[in-house]
């Protein structure tokens, strides 16, 4: 059973930083894709950033320079670190795994709200 689980949202002032993590089981963790996806009220889903187990990222230009996503393949997690975070930045954030190739493997956490208001 694959479980992907999220953690480290929270409440933040407008250019503070959190760190989200999300520990993934079930999974040969090295084949995935890991990324992180956010959905605010009202939008779609959108990709924050991804990271290949060869280190190949994906960062989306509203967060570039401010969001980095990492990942420890030994500990079967990824994260995102979110440095000078904005308003429009808050939104339930997801985390998910993604097998190259092979769309049914395609999987998502549960979700954790990041709400940055002052």
């Known amino acids: 059973q694959v479980q992907l689980v999220e953690s480290g949202g929270g409440l933040v002032q407008p250019g503070g930083s959190l760190r989200l993590s999300c520990a993934a089981s079930?999974?040969?963790?090295?084949?995935?894709?890991m990324g992180w996806y956010r959905q605010a009220p009202g939008k779609q889903r959108e990709l924050v950033a991804s990271r290949t187990s060869g280190g190949i990222t994906n960062t989306s230009g509203s967060v570039k320079g401010r969001f980095t996503i990492s990942r420890d393949n030994a500990k079967n997690t990824v994260y995102l670190q979110m440095n000078s975070l904005k308003p429009e930045d808050t939104a339930v954030y997801y985390c998910n795994a993604r097998r190259s190739l092979v769309p049914s493997q395609n999987y998502w956490g549960q979700g954790t709200q990041v709400t940055v208001s002052s």
């Open positions: 079930g999974i040969t963790f090295s084949n995935y894709v």
